[in-house]
């Protein structure tokens, strides 16, 4: 088990772009959980799976995020008409039913900076 | 909704110095605390845990107790050394929301030799 990866690890992207990340929770994990973190700050909740199933958005996610989980395995966040506020590093979670669910494993983040 | 408070940061002890960083939360439901750690260049860790009130997590000389009736997780350790150098976050999963973590705002703690 390699636990979760996140691709890629560094977007740098203009204003107005679209841009989509990639997590792979680790094997067999149920539920998936996305949140965003700007310096200075802990990590905030934007969405999370159980399953192939989007169960729960934060209001953090204005329309223009979005979030998938094809097939109940990895997740893609995209972003489209990139803004400077949008300037974070998005962390991906994964955690298994049989732990209770409480323990979350995250990935390394992919930080995104928008010109 | 549930909210998280640790102390401001950024913290400087010496090596062997005893350790405490404050968490206090509120919450509705049955909440779960948690610490995790992010040390530099890399991503979150789990560091420990409670599950109910009075549990003591503990973990790499670390601990803290659950505390329901201060709504309290404080994290402590004796004596820190220079690896133990990093960002703490407090954290509570919020049960009506499939166990998704409320953070704190982290804790930067700096150990110097």
């Known amino acids: 088990d390699t636990g979760v990866s996140q691709n890629p690890r560094h977007k740098i992207t203009k204003r107005g772009q679209n841009v989509t990340f990639r997590c792979d929770p680790i094997?067999?994990?149920?539920?998936l959980y996305w949140y965003r973190q700007t310096l200075g700050q802990g990590p905030e909740f934007l969405t999370y799976f159980q399953n192939e199933a989007q169960l729960e958005k934060s209001r953090l996610l204005s329309d223009r995020f979005s979030a998938e989980r094809p097939k109940g395995s990895f997740s893609t966040l995209e972003i489209q008409r990139t803004e400077q506020g949008d300037s974070a590093m998005y962390l991906c979670a994964s955690s298994s039913r049989l732990a209770g669910d409480r323990e979350q494993f995250f990935g390394p983040g992919t930080r995104l900076t928008v010109l | 909704g549930n909210s998280v408070t640790q102390m401001e940061g950024p913290v400087t002890l010496s090596e062997e110095a005893f350790l405490t960083i404050n968490c206090t939360y509120t919450?509705?439901?049955?909440?779960?605390p948690f610490w995790y750690v992010q040390y530099p260049g890399e991503g979150l860790q789990l560091l420990l845990k409670?599950?109910?009130?009075?549990d003591k997590g503990s973990n790499k000389g670390f601990e803290a107790t659950y505390r329901k009736e201060t709504t309290s997780f404080h994290l402590e350790k004796g004596s820190v050394q220079v690896s133990d150098s990093a960002v703490y976050f407090c954290a509570l999963v919020n049960s009506n929301s499939g166990y998704a973590l409320n953070f704190g705002k982290g804790t930067s703690l700096l150990v110097t030799p």
């Open positions: 094997s067999e994990h149920n539920r």
């Open positions: 409670a599950t109910k009130a009075d």
């Open positions: 919450a509705t439901g049955y909440p779960s």
